[in-house]
T-cell receptor, first 114, second 114 residues
Framework: DTEVTQTPKHLVMGMTNKKSLKCEQHMGHRAMYWYKQKAKKPPELMFVYSYEKLSINESVPSRFSPECPNSSLLNLHLHALQPEDSALYLC?????????????FGPGTRLTVL | KNQVEQSPQSLIILEGKNCTLQ??????????LRWYKQDTGRGPVSLTIMTFSENTKSNGRYTATLDADTKQSSLHITASQLSDSASYICVVFSLTTGGFKTIFGAGTRLFVKA
């Protein structure tokens, strides 16, 4: 299985809602990433997990809360988001953090905050 | 400053024609360079990876070149197809003893018309 899956594909939420994005991979990768991508812009790194531990947090607001329950799963908990948080959220994985830099991306979750 | 610049921003070509996308980088140290294809609303998919010693690498109708001296790369698409319409992102990976950086270019949006 060489796929990174993300659910849901689309999510619409109000500013007072709490929701979660999910990401899963079964390639045995030990590093997982969350990116945020606005339209016509490159992905921006948010978080990196290495061996289920948070290793990089790119100064992301606390309304985004990552969680790595095990080596195959990565969640992003959302609470009290703002309309400007609307974007495509991409999950990626790699064999190890850093390594050769090869990351496998999921299809993304299109998030709209009303 | 570590930067990856791509040109053109967007490109329209007729089906069956060839095109070349450019990537200039000022990343140091350089570890490798990847070209990704990203369909609208989807995650990026790796096309090629180039290391310092490689000049040319092909993947079907995609051929990437790298000139490490001038810090330039190009992606040539031969006999374009409608399905080639996508964003093409140049990504430079930099690995140091202190960590790593993955620097994304802003992408070139390619439109292939019938």
């Amino acid at each position: 299985d060489t796929e990174v899956t993300q659910t849901p594909k689309h999510l619409v939420m109000g500013m007072t809602n709490k929701k979660s994005l999910k990401c899963e991979q079964h390639m045995g990768h030990r590093a997982m990433y969350w990116y945020k991508q606005k339209a016509k812009k490159p992905p921006e790194l948010m978080f990196v997990y290495s061996y289920e531990k948070l290793s990089i947090n790119e100064s992301v607001p606390s309304r985004f809360s990552p969680e790595c329950p095990n080596s195959s799963l990565l969640n992003l908990h959302l609470h009290a988001l703002q309309p400007e948080d609307s974007a495509l959220y991409l999950c990626a994985s790699s064999q190890i953090s850093g390594g050769t830099g090869e990351q496998f991306f999921g299809p993304g979750t299109r998030l709209t905050v009303l | 400053k570590n930067q990856v610049e791509q040109s053109p921003q967007s490109l329209i070509i007729l089906e069956g024609k060839n095109c070349t996308l450019q990537c200039n980088y000022t990343v140091s140290p350089f570890s490798n360079l990847r070209w990704y294809k990203q369909d609208t609303g989807r995650g990026p998919v790796s096309l090629t990876i180039m290391t310092f010693s490689e000049n040319t690498k092909s993947n079907g109708r995609y051929t990437a070149t790298l000139d490490a001296d001038t810090k330039q790369s190009s992606l040539h698409i031969t006999a374009s197809q409608l399905s080639d319409s996508a964003s093409y992102i140049c990504v430079v990976f930099s690995l140091t003893t202190g960590g790593f950086k993955t620097i994304f270019g802003a992408g070139t949006r390619l439109f292939v018309k019938a």
